[in-house]
């Protein structure tokens, strides 16, 4: 995940304090949100991810936590 992704998530979240982690099980690959697509780079163009995916991620994200209080 890229900054944005994880911030999203800890600004949406119900807690007091959460922690996004985001370099585990082996697999790494970037996460870009939508809106840097257009302006490309090494992330984006690297990404195995469409556009979209890391919202989908935020979105599912919260879900989870909205569904743990």
Known sequence: ???????????G???KYTFVITHCNGYSGYLPPAHLYKE???????S??????AEIV??????????LE
């Open 40 to 46: 490309g780079g090494y992330e984006v163009n690297s």
């Open 58 to 67: 935020v979105k599912r994200a919260l879900r989870m936590l909205y569904d």
């Open 48 to 53: 195995p991810f469409e556009i979209g995916s």
């Open 13 to 15: 979240s119900p807690f």
């Open 1 to 11: 995940m890229l900054t944005e992704v994880g911030m999203a998530i800890k600004a």
